[in-house]
Each structure stands twice: as structure tokens, then as C-alpha cells.
């Protein structure tokens, strides 16, 4: 078990990364907006990202702006992260406010303001993932009269719930949950 020492050591080094990957980030923002003469709006910055990748834009239906940025992937590589993920995000921002909505995410306007922040302009971070968990995804057995389908768990519950059915595109029979058998080592 970690003493209270270790733990206020860890707390203090994550809060200075969350401090200095807002600084940024805001640093960033104002620099670009100032170059591409625009306003750009609030954003909110989270760390509440998840899974494989290292952050993500988000426009919300009020167009409000989000950046959220993988708090695992940021503990494990610190000085990389910020140096390229912050950048990477915040021309995802600078992009849909100086260009709009229909410009490829990885494109031309994006790589512009990449240029800008004279960061590096690859699509996909490389940071090893081997300490960040992975979601699971179940899949269901389900079986028509030709073969044996694999079902996500919001088709499952759908089709539980009664809410719908699908059907084989081969054979057009109802897909049935498939039969479980019991494991046998004879």
C-alpha cells in the first residue's frame, strides 16, 4: 500500500501536468486566434479520456468546444504528450473556428495550423498502450439457417427487450439466440 508521501508526490506531479497541458493549451488558442484574426469560443479542457487514444475534440449541439485529453497516456509520457497531443488538439479547434465544420479532420487547415505551432503533423500518436485498459466488447451468438452471427450487446438488448429483429442477409431467416453447449473435455 502507498504511503500518504508517495501518494501527495503523485497528486502534486499529475495536477503540475494537468496545469501545464491547460497553459498550453490556452497559450495556443490565443496564439492562433490571433494569427488567423478569429474568435474562437470557450473550451473546456478535460482529462477524463479513456481507452487508446490520447485526446479528442468535441463540438457539442450548442457548439460549445471540449478538448479532453487521456489523463493515463498523459501520466506515462509526459514531456511527448504535451508536445504533440496538445498542439494536435487545439488545431482541431483552431480548424473548424478559422475553416468550419466541412474540412477533413487530418487535412490541409488542420496541417496549417499544425505549421503554426511547428509541431509535428502525424495523424496517429505512437505511445505504448500497455498500461491503459481496453474496453471489452461482448458479442452474442445468434444463428440463422446458413451460419452463425456474432452480435454487438446493443443489438442483444434490442432484440431482449423486444424492441426489434434482425435478419440474415443471405438467407432472410430471423437471427435466434444461439443454443449455449456445455463444455466438454472427453
Known amino acids: 500500500m502507498p504511503d500518504r508521501q508517495t501518494t501527495s508526490t503523485k497528486f502534486s506531479e499529475l495536477n503540475a501536468l494537468f496545469q501545464q497541458a491547460e497553459a498550453l493549451t490556452a497559450e495556443l488558442l490565443n496564439q492562433a486566434a ?8 470557450a473550451v473546456e479542457i478535460r482529462f477524463d479520456l479513456r481507452g487508446t487514444a490520447a485526446g479528442q475534440v468535441r463540438l457539442h449541439r450548442n457548439r460549445t468546444l471540449e478538448i479532453r485529453y487521456n489523463l493515463q497516456l ?3 509520457n509526459r514531456e511527448e ?3 504533440r497531443t496538445v498542439p494536435h488538439e487545439v488545431a482541431h479547434v483552431i480548424a473548424y473556428c478559422a475553416f468550419g465544420r466541412r474540412i477533413k479532420p487530418h487535412g490541409k487547415e488542420w496541417k496549417s495550423v499544425m505549421g503554426l505551432f511547428n509541431a509535428d503533423t502525424r495523424r496517429c500518436h505512437s505511445y505504448p498502450v500497455s498500461t491503459v485498459r481496453r474496453r471489452q466488447i461482448t458479442r452474442y451468438r445468434y444463428v440463422c439457417g446458413c451460419r452463425t452471427h456474432q452480435l454487438s450487446a446493443i443489438r ?6 423486444g424492441q426489434t429483429s434482425y435478419s440474415c442477409i443471405h438467407c432472410n431467416q430471423t437471427l435466434q439466440p444461439a443454443v ?4 466438454r473435455s472427453d
Open 156 to 161: 442483444h438488448n434490442r432484440i431482449s427487450r
Open 81 to 83: 504528450f504535451i508536445a
Open 180 to 183: 449455449k453447449q456445455a463444455n
Open 74 to 76: 498523459l501520466a506515462d
Open 34 to 41: 490571433q494569427h488567423f484574426d478569429i474568435r474562437v469560443p
